[in-house]
């Protein structure tokens, strides 16, 4: 399995909380990425990022930020929680070659 | 949008039967890769086709790439209960920034002992 640890694993939180999510790499690679998975939906691109402090918006940005100050971590920020980002979300990593990913075993985030 | 859309949604079959799913993609690509998840669990990697290859096996596994109709499909031999799962193929943009990968919407897989 790719050294990629996502915590916290399972949370429920209030709406209108601020919600942290902490993807950890031992990989030392260069892209990590955020995606949420929900049913009709498959995995859409939140936000990624292409080395420390360089991040870009993906599909499904809104209402979501990211940090990157070191290579092995990347922060996912929901500033104020709503019921719709209640999701299954997942941190990815890449060396770039060739474009292959490699997933963490997710965050299932309720938002109550 | 999805670049990727997989088909069928599901597929059921008997244990040592093949399985077979399709993708069809809207843009250029550099390559198509397939993944496989697991209830609860993240996304492997199974396989990549190159936009200039055609065919690639990789144990039971075969993959097609047909870029004049923008889809490929994946071929599983000899299905075992083990091989239950969704399937998503993703594409990688020709000139996406970020290394990134689009998903498709899956293909569950129900494999019967």
């Known amino acids: 399995d790719a050294g990629i640890t996502q915590s916290p694993r399972h949370k429920v939180t209030e709406t209108g909380t601020p919600v942290t999510l902490r993807c950890h790499q031992t990989?030392?690679?260069?892209?990590m990425y955020w995606y949420r998975q929900d049913p009709g939906h498959g995995l859409r691109l939140i936000h990624y990022?292409?080395?420390?402090?360089?991040?870009d918006k993906g599909e499904v940005s809104d209402g979501y930020s990211v940090s990157r100050s070191k290579t092995e971590d990347f922060l996912l920020t929901l500033e104020s929680a709503t019921s719709s980002q209640t999701s299954v979300y997942f941190c990815?990593?890449?060396?770039?070659?060739?474009?292959?990913?490699?997933f963490g075993e997710g965050s299932w985030l309720t938002v109550v | 949008s999805q670049q990727g859309e997989e088909d069928p949604q599901a597929l059921s079959i008997q244990e040592g039967e093949n399985a077979t799913m399709n993708c069809s993609y809207k843009?250029?690509?550099?390559?198509l890769q397939w993944y496989r998840q697991n209830s609860g669990r993240g996304l492997v990697h199974l396989i990549l086709?190159?936009?200039?290859?055609r065919e690639k096996h990789s144990g039971r596994l075969r993959v097609t790439l047909d870029t004049s109709k923008k889809s490929s499909s994946l071929l599983i031999t000899a299905s075992r209960a083990a091989d239950t799962a969704s399937y998503f193929c993703?594409?990688?943009?020709?000139?996406?920034?970020?290394?990134?990968?689009?998903f498709g919407g899956g293909t569950r897989v129900l494999v019967k002992p």
């Open positions: 990815a990593i890449s060396d770039g070659q060739l474009n292959t990913i490699y």
């Open positions: 843009t250029s690509i550099n390559n």
């Open positions: 990022s292409y080395g420390v402090k360089d991040t």
């Open positions: 086709i190159r936009s200039n290859e």
């Open positions: 993703a594409t990688a943009p020709l000139r996406a920034a970020g290394n990134k990968l689009t």
């Open positions: 990989e030392n690679h260069r892209y």
